[in-house]
């Protein structure tokens, strides 16, 4: 079990530097830098001298490894630098960006898994054929929609047409509620799929006959020994979505016009503000990564099988 | 075995039962108007191969088709009421407590991420027999009185901490529970070793004496069915072939198809094809043995790293003479597919020392190996696995042509064509996928692959035990004339007693990693030198039968 954690440790942490290297060399690689389009622009005035003090402090032309031996020094004590841009820490930067992301995230998630069950069980349950085919067919829907084109057909339907939602001056929770939906739908759909399939998988086992020969109800038998053997395989997805989730909240949060981490990366490209990108890339990593070791150790815990050491059992 | 009381009605009675299956297109037929009863207390056997119809007819008795299946006439009457036409909910009251089910597959037949405990107290639990503190100690004595050791342990325990046999005996604990009237007993022992099987089939007894439960026993083993059933029932394409008196089925059959099961059946046949007096002699080391194994030792390192490797096979020696038939005998953990491993040279033996053809494996490396290997090759067990299911049969038998050898693609061609009517396949078959071929094709296609490179020694790892009797007497058929006509060393790796005094010269019995008994066929079957191999002799299915002719 210790051997299994820290061969699981070793490799988030490698998965973490490697995001963080390639991040790096390809900001790097980019042609010009922050500074250059903030303090060159001509109505500020400055001479070439000034200009060549203010890279001086921020380090800016020394050498490319000394640069990444530096950074590297100051992420791993937590010290993500200055944002040229905006002139203030990036971490300060971030944790008045964060909360809203997190939110948006975490909510979206849980309504992704929840419409992912109801869409597998119910289809399971439902004893009309056409329902059945009606709600398999959801998830090859919901993957084809663009995550723009949903946020402002949301928008739209919910907003101006119905005025279920109010866009101007929306309360805290009540502004969430589209953004949310957008991005949980097409996280949603390979959700579901997966699942659907695992549920049919799981019901040809014998064990599922078994337990129907012990006189149990389909609910029965859907609820106490399909559901779980189901979800197992679907935790690994779920896991892997997560980077489909941070991809999907900087579009969301783009449509509707939220002040969160999206917002916040989609100036830092326009400006070049490599600290603030170099900043969000290895916070998605390290998000990714933790996410991902949580379903792996999660798996001992809810399948005994992976609890005992390989070669134990006879 | 049992006194049926002919006052009290039958506990089961089918009449006329025909089954249908819908494919998407239109519904075939898949059982036609069968008809038997149980008495109460009786063992009834359900005989056939597979397609015979007679898991189908099992499961609408307990109302578990599979979905596309459907009863299209007939009745299945339950002392005396017809549940043939039930919904699942009045059904769901009958399974469990009336009829419960022993299934054929232990491992995959209990619920992976759930207690035995659980998973036993949940038949009490759905029929409200139990609950508490009295829960808990039925689930207890009734593991307990399945035989199993320290019940209270196993309680907590997960269906993967459990071997084969103890998770067959929790199954059957959960289908005695509640003392049914009626147990159907799916194929029960034909996943578990002789052994073991016999253990299990005598606990079936047991309870069903003790608790006068009727058994409806349904296997294609004739010889369990000879051993165990007061009543045959031989079903044939989804028809009732013969139905009577087991005694008098075996003894007298009247059907044609039921003379050709008892005639392929191997726990039946008294005679050995092998003469015996050839086979002692071939028992004798000479210059002509083509596979000497000499003191083979196989360590692995165990994964939880205590240091103290395990030893899969402690010092194991015989020898096979060219042209004969050597059996490697033993139960799961024996250690047979191990020293089979080390002398296909897949794997670096820790020591001893093994020579093919005059050649010492360990002296081989690299290219030298893989040419080593056409002089030897496989077939395995299980011939819907070892063929790609997207390669045609020519391209599978063809396959190995191309690895050894630059023959020109109409040589290869004439010599895949003329491997493949050796071994009895049509020409049609060439461009069929595995999938549109029988187990008894496959297993062909399979001999045929493993031949087309001209070997020495073939390996035959438990190759016929997946197949139907009948089949199976095929396919041992074809494997004795390839040995005559083409000099064949055959190396045949079988859990299955029966098959192995049939076909070999000489046997190895292996326990535990270590050789206990070996020599002529005949002197170790007649005279065992262990405990061991007289306990696998005697747990042949279909002694009775012996005894009876």
């Known amino acids: 079990m210790s051997g299994y954690l820290l061969n699981r440790l070793g490799q988030a942490l490698f998965v973490l530097w490697a995001a963080f290297t390639i991040s790096f060399v390809l900001l790097q690689a980019m042609p010009g830098d922050a500074i250059l389009i903030k303090f060159q622009n001509p109505e500020l005035g400055l001479n070439p001298q000034q200009i060549a003090n203010i890279r001086a402090s921020y380090a800016a032309d020394s050498a490319i490894w000394v640069q990444y031996v530096q950074t590297i020094g100051r992420f791993s004590t937590g010290n993500f630098g200055y944002s040229v841009q905006a002139g203030v820490p990036v971490s300060t930067m971030l944790a008045a960006h964060l909360p809203a992301t997190l939110k948006l995230a975490s909510l979206g998630f849980v309504l992704a898994a929840v419409l992912a069950v109801a869409i597998a069980f119910v289809s399971s349950?439902?004893?009309?054929?056409?329902?059945?085919?009606?709600?398999?067919?959801?998830?090859?829907?919901?993957?084809?929609?663009?995550?723009?084109?949903?946020?402002?057909?949301?928008?739209?339907?919910?907003?101006?047409?119905?005025?279920?939602?109010?866009?101007?001056?929306?309360?805290?929770?009540?502004?969430?509620?589209?953004?949310?939906?957008?991005?949980?739908?097409?996280?949603s759909a390979p959700l579901a799929q997966v699942l659907v399939r695992n549920i049919d998988d799981v019901l040809t086992r014998p064990f599922v006959a078994v337990a129907r020969a012990k006189g149990a109800t389909r609910h029965w038998v859907l609820w106490r020994h399909v559901a779980k053997n189901a979800l197992l395989p679907t935790l690994t997805i779920a896991g892997v979505l997560f980077g489909e989730l941070i991809a999907g909240a900087v579009v969301t949060e783009t449509v509707f016009g939220l002040n969160g981490i999206g917002g916040l990366t989609e100036r830092a490209v326009g400006s070049q503000d490599a600290a603030v990108l170099q900043a969000i890339v290895v916070l998605s990593a390290l998000a990714f990564v933790v996410i991902n070791l949580i379903v792996d150790l999660l798996f001992p815990v809810l399948d005994p099988r992976l609890r005992t050491k390989a070669g134990a059992t006879a | 075995m049992s006194t049926s009381a002919a006052a009290s009605p039958p506990v089961l009675e089918v009449e006329n039962l025909s089954i249908s299956y819908h494919d998407g297109i239109a519904h075939h037929r898949a059982v036609h108007d069968v008809s038997f009863r149980i008495e109460p207390g009786e063992v009834v056997a359900l005989v056939g191969e597979s397609g015979?119809?007679?898991?189908?007819?099992?499961?609408?008795?307990?109302?578990?088709?599979?979905?596309?299946?459907?009863?299209?006439?007939?009745?299945?009457?339950?002392?005396?009421?017809?549940?043939?036409?039930?919904?699942?909910?009045?059904?769901?009251?009958?399974?469990?407590?009336?009829?419960?089910?022993?299934?054929?597959?232990?491992?995959?037949?209990?619920?992976?991420?759930?207690?035995?405990?659980a998973q036993v107290s949940e038949i009490l639990r759905i029929h409200g027999a139990a609950s508490g503190h009295a829960l808990e100690a039925q689930v207890i004595s009734l593991l307990e009185r399945v035989g199993l050791s320290e019940p209270a342990l196993r309680v907590r325990q997960y269906p993967h901490e459990l071997s084969g046999g103890m998770r067959q005996r929790v199954l059957i604990a959960i289908a005695v529970a509640l003392k049914p009237q009626l147990i159907i007993a799916d194929e029960p022992t034909s996943a578990l070793d002789v052994t073991v099987q016999?253990?299990?089939?005598?606990?079936?007894?047991?309870?069903?004496?003790?608790?006068?439960?009727?058994?409806?026993?349904?296997?294609?083993?004739?010889?369990?069915?000879?051993?165990?059933?007061?009543?045959?029932?031989?079903?044939?394409?989804?028809?009732?072939?013969?139905?009577?008196?087991?005694?008098?089925?075996?003894?007298?059959?009247?059907?044609?198809?039921?003379r050709q099961l008892i005639a392929d059946a191997p726990s039946f046949s008294a005679v050995a094809r092998k003469t015996p007096a050839t086979a002692r002699e071939k028992a004798a080391p000479s210059d002509n043995d083509v596979?000497?194994?000499d003191g083979l030792v196989q360590d692995f390192v165990r994964p939880d790293g205590d240091g103290k490797p395990f030893r899969a096979v402690d010092g194991l020696s015989f020898r096979v003479r060219r042209g004969t038939t050597h059996a490697i005998v033993g139960e799961s953990g024996s250690g047979k597919t191990t020293s089979i491993r080390a002398i296909v040279g897949f794997q670096k033996p820790t020591a001893g020392r093994i020579e093919i053809d005059g050649t010492d494996l360990s002296q081989l490396r690299g290219e030298t190996l893989r040419q080593?290997?056409?002089?030897?090759?496989?077939?395995?067990?299980?011939?819907?696995?070892?063929?790609?299911?997207?390669?045609?049969?020519?391209?599978?038998?063809?396959?190995?042509?191309?690895?050894?050898?630059?023959?020109?693609?109409?040589?290869?061609?004439?010599?895949?064509?003329a491997i493949l009517s050796r071994v009895g396949l049509p020409e049609a078959a060439l461009s069929r996928r595995p999938h549109a071929l029988s187990g008894g094709q496959r297993q062909r296609v399979a001999i045929a692959r493993a031949l087309v490179l001209d070997p020495d020694v073939v390996v035959l790892d438990e190759a016929v035990s997946a197949l139907d009797v009948t089949v199976q007497a095929r396919i041992l058929d074809l494997l004795d004339e390839l040995q005559h006509d083409l000099g064949l060393t055959y190396l045949f790796v079988s859990h299955d007693l029966a098959v192995v005094r049939q076909i070999s010269d000489t046997v190895s019995v292996l326990k535990d990693?270590?050789?206990?008994?070996?020599?002529?066929?005949?002197?170790?079957?007649e005279r065992p030198g262990s405990d061991y191999t007289r306990e696998l002799i005697n747990a042949i299915p279909g002694q009775n039968r012996a005894a009876l002719v």
């Open chain 1, 125 to 187: 349950l439902t004893p009309f054929a056409w329902l059945r085919g009606a709600l398999q067919s959801v998830p090859s829907l919901f993957i084809s929609i663009p995550t723009f084109w949903l946020g402002i057909m949301l928008i739209q339907i919910f907003s101006f047409r119905l005025k279920l939602v109010p866009v101007i001056n929306p309360g805290p929770w009540q502004e969430l509620i589209l953004p949310v939906v957008t991005l949980a739908v097409p996280i």
């Open chain 2, 52 to 117: 015979s119809g007679k898991t189908t007819t099992a499961q609408s008795i307990i109302g578990l088709l599979q979905a596309n299946g459907r009863i299209d006439g007939g009745s299945i009457k339950l002392n005396g009421t017809d549940i043939a036409r039930w919904s699942d909910r009045q059904l769901d009251v009958v399974r469990g407590a009336k009829i419960s089910l022993v299934p054929q597959d232990p491992a995959s037949s209990l619920n992976p991420v759930k207690t035995i405990g």
């Open chain 2, 291 to 293: 596979v000497i194994v």
């Open chain 2, 372 to 417: 080593f290997r056409r002089k030897i090759q496989l077939v395995y067990q299980n011939p819907y696995g070892s063929l790609d299911p997207r390669q045609t049969v020519f391209d599978i038998v063809a396959e190995p042509l191309l690895n050894f050898g630059r023959l020109a693609r109409p040589a290869r061609e004439a010599k895949a064509r």
């Open chain 2, 513 to 525: 990693g270590r050789l206990v008994d070996g020599g002529a066929v005949e002197d170790v079957f």
């Open chain 2, 198 to 258: 016999r253990r299990i089939l005598d606990l079936i007894d047991e309870l069903r004496t003790e608790f006068g439960t009727s058994v409806l026993l349904v296997t294609h083993d004739l010889g369990v069915a000879a051993d165990r059933a007061d009543r045959l029932v031989v079903l044939q394409g989804g028809r009732v072939q013969e139905l009577g008196a087991t005694k008098i089925v075996l003894a007298a059959p009247r059907s044609a198809y039921t």
